[in-house]
């Protein structure tokens, strides 16, 4: 983002803001996804600092979003947190149990700040949304997404302006675009769905959505991971491997996912919007992003993560910290965000910025997450949400890696699900 353009947005919000007397406050960001992703924070970060001269931001690379929620509740109960982290939406339960956040909505303080508030997307704000409070603000967020290459579906006589939107015909289009060699080795996979521990239970998400079902309760305190529409989304994406054979056996690495796609060796791939801009600068074919199939109703899955104060920081860290929190979430902001990364801008503003306005026209593909939030659900969430997700991923993993049925695997899960959930229930 220019300086004239991320300027007005900061000046606009220090026009509203106490003075404060060099305050510091640490800043915990996950790297999670590909790109130079620190590159971009660090410019916000200086932006913000030469606009707020007597505010100090020290911003800490914490690793995945597991290792960053891990080291701030470390952090927390040693005394030394962060001021302000930003966190899976999802780790909502966990961290107000451990009662290391403070309400963000308690920093309200002028129509201005109300204003800012109430621009978020619902789907997006009500993941922050608990007991009567708003805990987070939504920055890093996505949805999942399918990246298919145009030059394959061409090469295998697939019109590359169709991608599939039921259950059948991915599989279908999956059997066109798997290559074999000579030696019946294949050189090109119709699909790849990511299955590892960091990322399974979030695009499994979303094939239970499109199956009908859910992985758990709004109140985070019950899972249904042995219900027939959770089961019968197993069975059908370890069938694309076992018995269609249009995905690479076992378990498919998230993080080398995009990879494998820009180099040829998956023709479809789940992942997040936020491989966006990584992929578009680095593959070297042209490609589509399509929203997911149905079965028979399209859905996905909303992911990312939001931004919380620690409620150990003092009233006037928190000040500052709201501001950094504000400014990181401008419509403007956002916008930039979304660009340079391929998240989804969280807030309507941002959509109707001239920036964004114009990426989307010059990259179409931009817009196919926001155009899908309509029919996404949230991503499982629980209290001890990494201890379950843990459970639900290693059932997966069983799986999908031919160890146990997906019924006896997620039957298993179930149990020990609730077995960690029955002592936060009444």
Do not use: C
């Not at 590909?34 to 200086?46: I, K």
């Not at 074999?180 to 050189?187: E, H, I, L, S, Y």
Request: proline share 6%; glycine share 8%.
């Amino acid at each position: 983002m220019t300086r004239a353009l991320l300027g007005s947005a900061a000046l606009s919000l220090a026009a509203l803001s106490p003075a404060f007397a060099q305050t510091e406050i640490t800043f915990f960001y996950p790297v999670q996804v590909g790109g130079p992703l620190t590159e971009v924070v660090d410019g916000y970060v200086a932006e913000f600092e030469a606009q707020n001269p007597d505010i100090s931001v020290e911003a800490i690379y914490s690793g995945s979003y597991t290792d960053t929620t891990t080291r701030a509740l470390t952090a927390a109960r040693s005394g030394t947190p962060p001021t302000v982290a930003v966190m899976l939406a999802t780790d909502i339960f966990t961290l107000i149990d451990a009662e290391v956040i403070a309400p963000l909505d308690e920093q309200i303080a002028t129509p201005e700040d109300q204003a800012w508030l109430d621009g978020f997307m619902p789907a997006y704000l009500a993941s922050a949304r608990l007991d009567g409070h708003v805990w987070g603000a939504p920055f890093q967020r996505s949805t999942a997404v399918m990246y298919y290459n145009k030059e394959a579906y061409a090469a295998a006589g697939l019109d590359p302006e169709t991608p599939p939107v039921t259950w059948e015909e991915m599989v279908e289009h999956g059997k066109a675009l798997t290559i074999r060699d000579d030696a019946g080795n294949v050189t090109q996979w119709g699909l790849g769905i990511p299955g590892s521990s960091n990322a399974a239970h979030w695009l499994f998400g979303a094939l239970v959505a499109q199956n009908g079902g859910q992985l758990s309760s709004e109140d985070g305190l019950h899972t249904f991971f042995d219900s027939p529409e959770v089961i019968g989304a197993l069975e059908y994406w370890v069938s694309l491997g076992a018995e269609h054979a249009i995905h690479p056996p076992g378990v498919l690495e998230w993080g080398t996912t995009p990879s494998d796609f820009m180099e040829g060796r998956l023709a479809m791939a789940w992942t997040t919007t936020g491989n966006l801009t990584n992929i578009r600068d680095n593959a070297p074919f042209d490609f589509g992003v399509a929203a997911y199939p149905g079965n028979p109703d399209p859905a996905s899955v909303l992911g990312g993560g939001n931004m919380y104060i620690f409620a150990d920081a003092s009233d006037e860290e928190k000040a500052a910290a709201f501001q950094f929190i504000k400014f990181m979430t401008s419509d403007e902001l956002l916008a930039d965000w979304g660009i340079q990364t391929g998240y989804v801008a969280p807030r309507d503003g941002s959509w109707d910025t001239q920036a964004l306005q114009d990426y989307v026209t010059e990259v179409p593909q931009a817009d196919v997450a926001r155009r899908q939030i309509a029919v996404s659900v949230p991503e499982i969430s629980t209290y001890e949400g990494q201890r379950v997700n843990e459970v639900l991923n290693a059932a997966l993993q069983a799986a999908l890696t031919g160890q146990q049925t997906p019924e006896a695997a997620l039957t298993a899960a179930q149990a020990e699900a609730e077995r960690i959930l029955s002592v936060y229930r009444d």
